[in-house]
């Protein structure tokens, strides 16, 4: 703190009879009777520094990169929260992907095999035609499944991060879509903005910064302090 420092303290108390002795300390001491036996005290004291090694400066500057560590520190908090959400949403869509397709394969094969059952009842096809094409759609139903699991744990995942109830089913409202993709900037500039945006860089900044802070205290201790200082006491 660049400003001045006040203290202030005060004092109550009672005072016994005191002994006095006349006669020296191997006699037997006469008391001496107090009117007031109440002692009362304060004292006040100030001091302002004038120089320290610019250590209330160095303070000051540490506080403000603390803040502005804090700050990146809940950015980048905020867009991994952000990168979870899109990660969990692009796993949603691509099952409910998944799933289409593997229902149109689970209804095409059905078909298949009910056309490959007939053509073994007339002797055209062999048992292990048969067999192959109903191990082929219980694989597909089995994938059917495990889509629908990950439909579920994706869902339950996005509903967390965003606050609501694990159940609500959630859906796809849109597709996939790179069209609105700028491909005019060369693979250094798409660096180079990431690096210059990036929390991450900002919070590494910050922390080098508080290292130095940190070193320049350190020598600002060693160096002499020069202030003034003033002190009033009063005791009854």
């Known amino acids: 703190c660049a400003l001045p420092s006040l203290e202030l303290e005060a004092e109550y108390g009672k005072i016994s009879n005191f002994s006095v002795f006349v006669d020296g300390i191997t006699e037997k001491p006469e008391n001496a009777p107090l009117e007031n036996h109440n002692k009362y005290g304060a004292t006040l004291s100030g001091y302002f520094n004038i120089y320290s090694g610019h250590a209330n400066k160095i303070k000051i ?62 002797g055209v096809v062999l048992k292990s035609d048969v067999l192959r094409a109903e191990l082929q759609l219980s694989r597909q139903k089995t994938q059917l499944l495990t889509i629908k699991n990950n439909i579920s744990v994706a869902s339950q995942a996005l509903n967390i991060l965003m606050g609501n109830d694990d159940e609500i089913p959630l859906i796809p409202a849109d597709s996939i879509t790179l069209a609105n ?56």
């Open 61 to 122: 500057k540490t506080a403000e990169a603390k803040t502005e560590l804090l700050r990146h520190l809940e950015s980048e908090t905020e867009d991994q929260l952000h990168l979870e959400v899109v990660e969990e949403y692009l796993n949603l869509q691509r099952a409910y992907k998944f799933k289409q397709l593997i229902t149109k394969n689970i209804t095409q094969n059905t078909e298949n095999l009910r056309l490959i059952k007939k053509l073994y009842e007339n």
């Open 181 to 236: 993709t700028d491909n005019s900037n060369t693979y250094s500039a798409f660096v180079e903005q990431s690096t210059r945006q990036s929390p991450l860089n900002s919070i590494a900044e910050d922390q080098i910064k508080l290292s130095e802070l940190k070193s320049d205290a350190l020598k600002a201790d060693k160096l002499p302090h020069i202030g003034l200082f003033a002190g009033y006491n009063y005791s009854y």
